[in-house]
């Protein structure tokens, strides 16, 4: 298995504009979870995904913020419209469950300007 | 308030030497992770226990849930083991968010 893919993994977006992450976990495993990493705050879990159903969006910082899991293969996280405190470097992992080890993505490095 | 807190914040060591990351928290956990994150930036999870101690090569990691603690040791540091050091817990009774430390930074040098 090529582990959890993420794209892009660098975005420049001016203030103001669209971003879409893009995260495939491994095949198999039912639990997804979004985090956001940045100097300040560290790792923040953001929204988590069980059998592609959002269970707990409360990390998610506002309604810029949402995420989507249409199937078990395919996720997203969209920032409209982005802010430069948007900037972060936002991973992606999937697990057989919330209490299983997770599987990480590489990671999409967001700068905002 | 942190839920969860790691010690030392910042550690170096010469090769060779035995390492310990302390981790403790103050809410009730099913399980605890270690993640280590490595200087390029990628994550990977070292382990996952809710009980006792796990071994995986030099790397070892306990748990007292009584005392609400939880100790990662390296063995025979090398420099391949510089990296950042986290402890994550997802809260029993709270919903379903995750709680993290701010990371342990290890230095091991030659």
């Known amino acids: 298995d090529a582990g959890v893919i993420q794209s892009p993994r660098h975005e420049v977006t001016e203030m103001g504009q669209e971003v879409t992450l893009r995260c495939k976990p491994i095949?198999?495993?039912?639990?997804l979870f979004w985090y956001r990493q940045t100097m300040m705050r560290g790792l923040e879990l953001l929204i988590y995904?069980?059998?592609?159903?959002?269970?707990?969006d409360s990390g998610m910082p506002e309604d810029r913020f949402s995420a989507k899991m249409p199937n078990a293969s395919f996720s997203t996280l969209k920032i409209q419209p982005s802010e430069p405190r948007d900037s972060a470097v936002y991973f992606c992992a999937s697990s057989s469950g919330r209490l299983y080890e997770q599987y990480f993505g590489p990671g999409t490095r967001l700068t905002v300007t | 308030k942190n839920e969860v807190e790691q010690s030392p914040q910042n550690l170096t060591a010469q090769e060779g030497e035995f390492i310990t990351i302390n981790c403790s928290y103050s809410v009730g956990i099913s399980a605890l992770h270690w993640l280590q994150q490595h200087p390029g930036g990628g994550i990977v999870s070292l382990f996952m226990l809710s009980s006792g101690k796990k071994k995986h090569g030099r790397l070892i990691a306990t748990i007292n849930i009584q005392e609400k603690h939880s100790s990662l040791h390296i063995t025979a540091s090398h420099p391949r083991d510089s990296a950042v050091y986290i402890c994550?817990?997802?809260?029993?009774?709270?919903?379903?968010?995750?709680?993290f430390g701010t990371g342990t930074s290890l230095t091991v040098i030659p």
């Open positions: 994550a817990v997802p809260p029993a009774n709270t919903g379903n968010q995750f709680y």
């Open positions: 995904f069980n059998n592609n159903v959002p269970i707990d």
């Open positions: 095949s198999g495993h039912n639990s």
